[in-house]
């Protein structure tokens, strides 16, 4: 960032950055980057079919062919809006192709979330308002941790994972790639939770889901 020294104060230039995604997860992405006020927000992309020109008073830049451009004139910092209440292929998918265009997506946690120094957490991440995470969890890349989620001591949770609001996680878990635990789940201490597979709303994890299953109920169990 570059300072400016002038009228006895410092400005610091805030770095500019593009927004994917206009739905109401990217509504909640930039009240997060108003709160810790280091970005300036230059525009959002969108694939929706869209008659507005602008998304909270941000201009709407077009799809995502415009993102090269952006890079050609130095703005090389990208966040994700994309949430994904069914699944995260969506958000996934658009995650890669934007790191291969070349932008570096970069992680925004409200200030409210209460984070423990031992946490290891990756790029692209999106933590909501009220979130805990204990003592030595590892986080990977393009996760979201939705209001009021916790995770216990030691978890590991993958990349491209989407926690949502008031789920519990308890030590030791082990989340893989792409999961999805929904609304108010719980997850009890050393499971693992399997690649792709979805935890529905209010079940309650206590053995361990296999890769691509889903699981319902009080014990948690597979939907056939």
């Known amino acids: 960032m570059q300072k400016f020294e002038g009228f006895g104060e410092i400005m610091v230039e805030k770095e500019k950055i593009v927004l994917i995604g206009d739905g109401g997860h990217a509504r909640l992405v930039l009240d997060i980057l ?3 006020d280091l970005y300036k927000v230059v525009g959002v992309t969108t694939d929706k079919i869209t008659f507005k020109d602008n998304f909270c008073g941000y201009p709407i830049l077009g799809n995502d062919n415009v993102l090269s451009g952006l890079i050609s004139k130095g703005i090389r910092k990208a966040v994700l809006g994309l949430g994904g209440f069914r699944d995260n292929k969506l958000r996934r998918s658009v995650y890669k192709r934007v790191k291969d265009i070349g932008f570096e997506i970069i992680s925004v946690v409200h200030p409210s979330a209460v984070i423990s120094k031992s946490v ?3 790029e692209a991440n999106v933590i909501f308002p009220g979130v805990i995470i204990n003592n030595d969890v590892c986080i990977g890349d393009n996760v979201i941790l939705a209001t009021g989620s916790t995770i216990d001591h030691e978890t590991v949770i993958g990349d491209h994972v989407l926690v949502s609001a008031g789920v519990t ?3 030791c878990v082990k989340i893989a ?3 999805l635990l929904a609304l108010g789940s719980k997850v009890t201490s050393g499971i693992k939770i399997g690649k792709d597979s979805l935890v529905a709303a209010g079940a309650v994890v206590v053995e361990d ?10 014990p948690a169990r597979p939907k056939h």
């Not at 889901?209 to 889903?214: A, F, H, N, Q």
């Open 34 to 36: 108003d709160r810790i």
């Open 169 to 171: 996680v308890g030590a």
């Open 120 to 122: 290891i957490l990756g």
């Open 209 to 218: 889901v296999e890769d691509g299953s889903r699981v319902f109920g009080v």
């Open 177 to 179: 790639e792409g999961a």
